[in-house]
């Protein structure tokens, strides 16, 4: 469906009720916040683990856009304004609350010149199949922040290295190295839940 | 190339395909071609995530009230 024919509660469209909260309509913005609040809460819940958290930076995500709503020109999708918008302030928030940084000194860890540890390919081990929503889920959350956070916005998100880099002030190679780390340590957690799944079975 | 060469250039394989000696060393070594299975498997399944929770209603009521404090706009008539 196109924003333009998505047609709310009140029976305008997205489009009207972005035109009608820029010049101040209360009832179009609670139209826009109805329609947006679950994709930007659970943008910030996901990069933050944390509920109550993720329910303040909502509002401080929804409070900026009433405040900046009027200078959206439609140069991009709204949806995907009002994300950026929230990714800004939920990075904002974490970097306040002293954010890992993302390092440039960090490479990928050196493997040994004799290969990787052997006990990762044996077939049974494939995680092909093994992942439902739920183990993801659990799996996302016990991430460590740094990972966590570049995680959600590519592989969940959908942005890409470029963009990422520019977010968090980093370069593309490090935002690169920094999602292999988290897809390696999202592998290790993963396997861990199947292996403790299985013996449970036993 | 050896699996330590390999897992260097992981980050490039995984997401663009990789080179044509990395393609053979993917082909002939099973650790490394179950390694690359797992990471696109994730990659994959990050997809399931979508949107699942609404936040609480207070969330909505704060924004309303800060709204009206700041003056922004005339304060909505009615709850989401």
């Not at chain 1, 995500?61 to 900046?68: H, I, N, P, T």
């Not at chain 1, 922040?145 to 959600?152: E, K, L, W």
């Given at each position: 469906m196109t924003i333009a024919k998505k047609i709310?509660?009140?029976?305008?469209?997205?489009?009207?009720?972005?035109?009608?909260?820029?010049?101040g309509d209360a009832e179009s913005f609670e139209a826009l916040y109805g329609l947006h609040k679950r994709r930007v809460y659970s943008l910030c819940l996901r990069m933050t683990g944390n509920t109550a958290e993720a329910e303040?930076?909502?509002?401080?995500?929804?409070?900026?856009?009433?405040?900046?709503?009027?200078?959206?020109?439609?140069?991009?999708?709204?949806?995907?304004?009002l994300h950026r918008l929230a990714v800004n302030v939920?990075?904002?928030?974490?970097?306040?609350?002293?954010?890992?940084?993302?390092?440039?000194?960090?490479?990928?860890?050196p493997q040994q010149e004799d290969g990787p540890k052997k006990d990762i390919g044996t077939r049974d081990?494939?995680?092909?199949?093994?992942?439902?929503?739920?183990?993801?889920?659990?799996?996302?959350?016990?991430?460590?922040?740094?990972?966590?956070?570049?995680?959600?916005?590519?592989?969940?998100?959908?942005?890409?290295?470029?963009?990422?880099?520019?977010?968090?002030?980093?370069?593309?190679?490090?935002?690169?190295?920094?999602l292999h780390k988290a897809r390696m340590k999202l592998r290790d957690l993963l396997k861990q839940s199947k292996a403790e799944k299985a013996a449970n079975r036993r | 190339m050896t699996c330590a060469e390999f897992q260097k250039a992981?980050?490039?394989?995984?997401?663009?395909?990789?080179?044509?000696?990395?393609?053979?060393?993917l082909e002939?070594?099973?650790?490394?071609?179950?390694?690359?299975?797992?990471?696109?498997?994730?990659?994959?399944?990050?997809?399931?995530?979508?949107?699942?929770?609404?936040?609480?209603?207070?969330v909505w009521n704060n924004i309303e009230r800060e709204v009206e404090r700041e003056g922004l706009a005339k304060p909505a008539r009615r709850n989401v």
């Open positions: 709310l509660a009140n029976g305008v469209s997205e489009h009207e009720a972005i035109e009608r909260a820029q010049k303040d930076l909502t509002q401080e995500a929804f409070l900026q856009l009433y405040r900046k709503i009027a200078t959206f020109r439609g140069e991009s999708a709204f949806s995907t304004w939920v990075l904002m928030h974490l970097r306040k609350k002293g954010l890992p940084e993302v390092s440039l000194e960090e490479t990928l860890e081990n494939v995680l092909a199949g093994s992942i439902d929503r739920v183990n993801l889920e659990r799996a996302v959350e016990s991430l460590p922040p740094g990972y966590r956070i570049i995680f959600v916005l590519h592989d969940v998100e959908g942005y890409e290295h470029n963009e990422i880099a520019e977010m968090m002030g980093c370069s593309i190679g490090n935002s690169k190295s920094q | 992981l980050p490039d394989i995984i997401d663009g395909g990789g080179t044509e000696d990395q393609q053979k060393h002939e070594c099973k650790v490394c071609a179950d390694l690359v299975a797992d990471l696109r498997y994730i990659a994959e399944a990050a997809k399931l995530l979508v949107p699942m929770e609404d936040p609480s209603p207070r």
